[in-house]
């Protein structure tokens, strides 16, 4: 299998979105902030690809995740 390459959004796109802000705490998983804030745990590569952080090790306790909506936008946005 070939990655996809997924540019990040630039500037102007990332206005246009509302980015909700989260604390990273113990037992935070990024399918699970997927679920809650998507109702789809399978697009956790979603927040991870915009926070560019690919997987849950790369935060520590209290660090800051954004959490990009509306999904459609974004999706769109990475021509999904």
Do not use: C
């Not at 997927?34 to 997987?55: E, G, M, R, S």
């Amino acid at each position: 299998y070939e990655t996809p390459r997924m540019d990040h959004p630039t500037q102007k796109e990332i206005e246009g979105l509302n980015l909700i802000a989260h604390r990273w705490t113990m037992g935070d998983r990024f399918y699970k902030l997927a679920n809650l804030h998507y109702n789809d745990p399978k697009l956790w590569w979603v927040i991870a690809w915009f926070n560019q952080k690919p997987t849950d090790s790369h935060y520590s306790f209290g660090d800051k995740v954004l959490i990009p909506k509306p999904l459609e936008v974004v999706l769109t946005t990475l021509r999904v």
